[in-house]
T-cell receptor, first 114, second 114 residues
Framework: EAGVAQSPRYKIIEKRQSVAFWCNPI?????LYWYQQILGQGPKLLIQ????????DSQLPKDRFSAERLKGVDSTLKIQPAKLEDSAVYLC????????????FGPGTRLTVL | AQSVTQLGSHVSVSEGALVLLRCNYS??????LFWYVQYPNQGLQLLLK??????LVKGINGFEAEFKKSETSFHLTKPSAHMSDAAEYFC????????????FGTGTSLTVIP
């Protein structure tokens, strides 16, 4: 069974530029999560999708971050414009359904904002 | 609201010695508790989980954890450390409800000394 795929693995941009990350969850998983993991901290949930609907985006900085999961499968997270403090690893995870007891994580995208 | 506290951001043990990583949780409802391991430049991998069944949970790679409600703890242990155990370990809690948001601790970096 293929795991959660993410691309790119690494991205370096300058502040005020835009960037997008892509995630393809495990086949059949209805729930998809985006996390931000700042160096030295645990992952923090940014947004949770159930199929193509948003379940929780309370911690997403909506003035610069956006995410979509149009067909209920893969998802894109965008930052526009990026700030220095956005430097982090962005992790995507998926689960069979909301309330499932396990989330499966992708390898993450390491973003460096200069 | 749920939260976890991991005591000790860095733990060093000798190869073959006991590994003990501490996690205390706060939850207003019966929690689900998890330990994840993260190797450099990789995503999080589930070690074990507690979902209100047996209080002593056995996971992969010889790790286990015990849920102690009276102490609000879920400490991770392994009788004998191996060099391959060197990694970052995260404790997480969720309420198991429909939203199933995971709250992660800040992580403990385990170093194994040969």
């Amino acid at each position: 069974e293929a795991g959660v795929a993410q691309s790119p693995r690494y991205k370096i941009i300058e502040k005020r530029q835009s960037v997008a990350f892509w995630c393809n969850p495990i086949s059949g998983h209805a729930t998809l999560y985006w996390y931000q993991q700042i160096l030295g901290q645990g992952p923090k949930l940014l947004i949770q999708f159930q199929n193509n609907g948003v379940v929780d985006d309370s911690q997403l900085p909506k003035d610069r971050f956006s995410a979509e999961r149009l067909k209920g499968v893969d998802s894109t997270l965008k930052i526009q414009p990026a700030k220095l403090e956005d430097s982090a690893v962005y992790l995507c995870a998926s689960s069979l359904r909301a309330g499932a007891t396990e989330q499966f994580f992708g390898p993450g995208t390491r973003l460096t904002v200069l | 609201a749920q939260s976890v506290t991991q005591l000790g951001s860095h733990v060093s043990v000798s190869e073959g010695a006991l590994v003990l990583l501490r996690c205390n949780y706060s939850s207003s409802v019966p929690p689900y508790l998890f330990w994840y391991v993260q190797y450099p430049n990789q995503g999080l991998q589930l070690l074990l989980k507690y979902t209100s069944a047996a209080t002593l949970v056995k996971g992969i790679n010889g790790f286990e954890a015990e849920f102690k409600k009276s102490e609000t703890s879920f400490h991770l242990t392994k009788p004998s450390a191996h060099m391959s155990d060197a990694a970052e370990y995260f404790c997480a809690v969720s309420d198991g409800a429909t939203g199933n948001q995971f709250y992660f601790g800040t992580g403990t970096s385990l170093t194994v000394i040969p």
